[in-house]
Nanobody, 123 residues
Framework: VQLQAYGGGLVQAGGSLRLSCAAS????????MAWFRQAPGKEREFVAP????????SYTDSVKGRFTITRDRSRNIVYLQMNSLKPEDTAAYYC?????????????????WGQGTQVTVSS
């Protein structure tokens, strides 16, 4: 499985971006997916997972109410809509596909990783 994340860029605080993650090689429609992010000098942190059918999502506290994770199983794409962006959201954002149909916050639950797309929020 290859995961390609895109949609990052430079945006002012308060703005929005939508990240996409396209899977190829084989379908991931039965796998949980997730977004993680990593700021310079920091550990990679969990942002949000989504279950195989899109029916279960959760968010790290710092993005609740601002970010929304969705997926289009027929197209093998996962999205992260990011609104009300803050400078502290600046990071490289990575998508990942889990080993199982339901995924959580642990990095070791995810078998496949994309290359990352940079999000920079200016104040």
């Amino acid at each position: 499985v290859q995961l390609q994340a895109y949609g990052g860029g430079l945006v002012q605080a308060g703005g929005s971006l939508r990240l996409s993650c396209a899977a190829s090689g084989r379908t991931v429609s039965n796998n949980a997916m997730a977004w993680f992010r990593q700021a310079p000098g920091k550990e990679r942190e969990f942002v949000a997972p989504i279950a195989w059918n899109g029916g279960s999502t959760s968010y790290t506290d710092s993005v609740k109410g601002r970010f929304t994770i969705t997926r289009d199983r027929s197209r093998n794409i996962v999205y992260l809509q990011m609104n009300s962006l803050k400078p502290e959201d600046t990071a490289a954002y990575y998508c990942a596909a889990a080993r199982k149909a339901i995924g959580g916050a642990g990095r070791d639950e995810y078998l496949y990783w994309g290359q990352g797309t940079q999000v920079t929020v200016s104040s």
